[in-house]
Every structure is written in structure tokens, then in C-alpha cells.
Nanobody, 124 residues
């Protein structure tokens, strides 16, 4: 069973950048589609972006399109989320998720495994 640990969160000013990492251990990382989700206080968890097992397919939520980039390095068992032009509304706990599929999932309910989350706070 794969375990996921996110890192890279923090406090950044609006317009700044952050790169989140999600390190996987305990399984065959390359068999899993990966996703990034976020949840702000009082709001439902929403999809940020997702990537297929080999990185060949990606998908993005509309609010982050053009600003965020997901990538993965299967040799390093890590998926990344590069975030640029950050806005205060991007403030949330960011979670990575994994599911053993060759496809791509955009809904939280479709992911089997979750990390503990990392806080991203964007100040105005």
C-alpha cells in the first residue's frame, strides 16, 4: 500500500510561487494516477489537478488553469505541483491522492489513498 507525504506548503504573498511535493512510499508508484486537491475552511474539497500514471494525461480545475502545473517523476516516486501567480483564494490545505488506475480521476471519491495535507496561505 502506498503512503503519501506532502511537503512544500507555507506562507506566500499574492503573485508569488510555491512548489508542493508529494512523496510516495511502500508501493509501485508508477501504477497510480495522482491528484492534487484542496480544501479551504468551510468549503468542500475540490480538485486542483490530476495526472495519469505515466504523466501522459493531465487535467486542471478551471480556477488554476494556466497558473498551476502538475508533474511526476516515477523514478523518484514523487508528484509535484508548481503553483505560480498565487492568489488569496488559493489559500487552503492541499492534499495529494493516489488511485491504482491507468486512467485519470477528477473526483475525490475516486481516489483510494490520501496524504495528510500541507497548508498553503496566500496573503494579499
Amino acid at each position: 500500500q502506498v503512503q503519501l507525504v506532502e511537503s512544500g506548503g507555507g506562507l506566500v504573498q499574492a503573485g508569488g510561487s510555491l512548489r508542493l511535493s508529494c512523496a510516495a512510499s511502500g508501493g509501485t508508484f508508477s501504477r497510480y494516477a495522482m491528484g492534487w486537491f484542496r480544501q479551504a475552511p468551510g468549503k468542500e474539497r475540490e480538485v486542483v489537478t490530476a495526472i495519469s500514471w505515466n504523466g501522459g494525461i493531465t487535467d486542471y480545475g478551471g480556477s488554476v488553469q494556466g497558473r498551476f502545473t502538475i508533474s511526476r517523476n516515477n523514478a523518484e516516486n514523487t508528484v509535484y505541483l508548481q503553483m505560480k501567480s498565487l492568489k488569496p483564494e488559493d489559500t487552503a490545505v492541499y492534499y495529494c491522492a493516489a488511485d491504482r488506475t491507468f486512467g485519470l480521476h477528477a473526483r475525490a471519491s475516486e481516489y483510494e489513498l490520501w496524504g495528510q495535507g500541507t497548508q498553503v496561505t496566500v496573503s494579499s
